[in-house]
């Protein structure tokens, strides 16, 4: 069965703080690794990786895939309140019209 | 701009009820999905479709069917409600090539239905 499990499921920091958000997988035919944002409506792209060590960076985000050990892990500096969200991992597989396979989500509050 | 358009936002319903939740696209996308959300179990995938009348089950089919008569429109079916499908549901669509065709591969998601089944 493809499973995708992401922790902390809930995490509370102060604005200013670095957070790290963690993503490990286990799934036949991987094809890409997703990260998603959500905040009260529909869930909004944040990066796609499909090869191992090489960071994608937006801004205070960025991420990074591990294909050997099956995990990912999206970092956030220097968070602000309008970072709070829940972010949510998923797998795209090579089958099934490349569906994708989620995590539970991470839900992230900052405090001011 | 893309857009995935869930015709309701909030509905409520009583158990036995049959339920209607539609999903319009715009994109031109050949892949559809139908998602449910539901608090520390994340998305979990009902049905998709990759083309025009095809659907296949997802994880969680049971209870669900799903309706593809046109390429723009895609469309979730509860026969009879239960109180256990009071969720958060989403429709997204993504094209059937991406990569090096173009495009990141990422699902386009609409703003969601939420079901509450008394």
């Known amino acids: 069965e493809d499973k995708v499990v992401q922790s902390p499921l809930s995490l509370v920091v102060h604005e200013g703080d670095t957070v790290t958000l963690n993503c490990s997988y286990e799934?036949?035919?991987?094809?890409?690794l997703l990260w998603y944002k959500q905040e009260k409506k529909a869930p909004t792209f944040l990066f796609m990786l499909?090869?191992?060590?090489i960071e994608k960076k937006s801004g205070r985000l960025s991420s990074i895939l591990d294909k050997k050990e099956l995990f990912s892990i999206l970092n956030i500096t220097a968070t602000q309140t309008g970072d709070s969200a829940v972010y949510l991992c998923a797998v795209s597989l090579l089958q099934g019209a490349q569906k994708l396979v989620f995590g539970q989500g991470t839900r992230l509050t900052i405090n001011p | 701009d893309v857009k995935v358009t869930q015709s309701s936002r909030y509905l409520v319903k009583r158990t036995g009820e049959k339920v209607f939740l539609e999903c319009v696209q715009d994109?031109?996308?050949?892949?559809m999905f139908w998602y449910r959300q539901d608090p520390g179990l994340g998305l979990r995938l009902i049905y998709f479709s990759y083309d025009v009348k095809m659907k296949e089950k997802g994880d969680i089919p049971e209870g669900y069917s799903v309706s593809r008569e046109k390429k723009e429109r895609f469309s979730l079916i509860l026969e009879s409600a239960s109180t256990n499908q009071t969720s958060m549901y989403l429709c997204?669509?993504?094209?059937?090539?991406?990569?090096?065709?173009?495009?990141?591969?990422?699902?386009?998601f609409g703003e969601g239905s939420r079901l509450t089944v008394l």
């Open positions: 997204a669509s993504r094209p059937r090539f991406f990569g090096r065709a173009g495009g990141t591969g990422e699902l386009f």
């Open positions: 499909t090869s191992s060590g």
């Open positions: 994109m031109d996308h050949e892949n």
């Open positions: 799934v036949t035919n991987f094809r890409s």
